[in-house]
């Protein structure tokens, strides 16, 4: 159980395009997703804490109008990089925790962005 | 400001060994501790404590919280090829954000 679905894995883009990202759980509802970049050899850092049904809490030094992060339905959020340049290539990451009680945060796969 | 720190930042062992990894922990109404093993994809959940003093274990695995002292361990017996990643340690506070700490980078060689 506990399965959190990513999509792409890996996109390859030209400087200027948006990209969007989509996170599902696959078995259980999120009230909760989290979305992270992770460079590499770095550990994850948290760009925004996404609620079903209401605004995303962006973390410090993220721009909202860059990254925007929709959250449908508690088995989907999505995150959408707008005109994506080279310095927004790296590894993005969700995760969604479940209700109720205390739960962990269930990662996806990551998606790789790649801005040419 | 709320930290996670882990040690060492990367091992060597050999199949067989026992590996103990630490994480010590600065966070403000903290919640609870989770450990991840990440590999070459996004991490995957091992254990989450809340609680002082109690073990938690799975298979080779187990890890132990004390909340007095701030920090947990995770033990790794027997190791084996396979335990070769990156583990993450990550405290949670009433937000349920998770703040991580760097990693120790775990290779086992046959």
């Known amino acids: 159980g506990a399965v959190v679905s990513q999509h792409p894995s890996w996109v390859i883009c030209k400087s200027g395009t948006s990209v969007k990202i989509e996170c599902r759980s696959l078995d259980f509802q999120a009230t909760t997703m989290f979305w992270y970049r992770q460079f590499p050899k770095q550990s994850l850092m948290l760009m925004a804490t996404?609620?079903?049904?209401?605004?995303?809490?962006?973390e410090q030094g993220v721009e909202k109008d860059k990254f925007l992060i929709n959250h449908a339905s508690l088995t989907l959020s999505t995150l959408t990089v707008t005109s994506a340049h080279p310095e927004d290539s790296s590894f993005y990451i969700c995760?969604?925790?479940?209700?109720?009680?205390?739960?962990?945060?269930?990662f996806g796969d990551g998606t790789r962005l790649s801005i040419l | 400001e709320d930290k996670v720190v882990q040690s060492p930042l990367s091992l060597v062992v050999h199949e067989g060994d026992t590996v103990t990894l630490n994480c010590s922990y600065e966070?403000?109404?903290?919640?609870?501790l989770l450990w991840y093993k990440q590999e070459k994809k996004a991490p995957t959940f091992l254990f989450m404590l809340t609680s002082s003093g109690i073990e938690k274990k799975s298979g080779r695995l187990s890890s132990i919280l004390d909340k007095k002292e701030l920090f947990s361990i995770l033990n790794i017996t027997a190791t084996q090829t396979g335990d070769s990643a990156v583990y993450l340690c990550?405290?949670?506070?009433?937000?349920?954000?998770?703040?991580f700490g760097t990693g120790t980078r775990l290779q086992v060689f046959p």
């Open positions: 966070v403000t109404n903290f919640r609870s």
């Open positions: 996404s609620n079903e049904g209401s605004k995303a809490t962006y």
């Open positions: 990550a405290g949670t506070y009433v937000t349920d954000k998770l703040i």
């Open positions: 995760s969604a925790r479940g209700t109720g009680g205390d739960q962990p945060q269930h």
